[in-house]
């Protein structure tokens, strides 16, 4: 009986057998960013900061200037759907505040 040796496939790692990683590595990133406004106050732009793309304090206001002086901030770089998340997040968190505050997705 002859032996058939096992077909390598490059998708799929060797360590795990999960192809799942070359996916993922190939996922193009996207960028979020945060718009100004004339209404949104630089308090709720700190708090998203803070609570929605984990910045620290001296970065968020840092970030929040950057919004409120340039008319836009490019906060985070991230997979797609977690960037989709994340836009998500802000404009819910703005429409309960009562605020037209909004974040834009873009290929990095």
């Known amino acids: 009986m002859e032996t058939i040796a096992p077909i390598h496939d490059p998708s799929v790692s060797s360590e795990t057998g ?3 990683l070359r ?5 193009p990133p ?3 960013i945060l718009l100004d406004d004339p209404v949104t106050t630089m308090d709720f ?3 998203v900061l803070l609570d929605f793309f984990g910045k620290d304090a001296s970065t968020a ?3 929040m200037w950057e919004v409120h002086l340039r008319g836009a ?5 991230l997979p797609l759907e977690h960037a989709e998340l994340k836009q998500e997040q802000v404009h819910r968190a703005a429409r309960t505040a009562g605020f037209p505050f909004r974040c834009v997705i873009e290929p990095a």
Request: charged share 25%; glycine share 0%; proline share 0%.
């Open 18 to 20: 999960d192809s799942s």
């Open 23 to 27: 996916a993922t590595a190939e996922i």
């Open 30 to 32: 996207y960028k979020v």
């Open 45 to 47: 732009v700190i708090r």
């Open 61 to 63: 206001v840092r970030l």
């Open 73 to 77: 901030s490019h906060v985070a770089t």
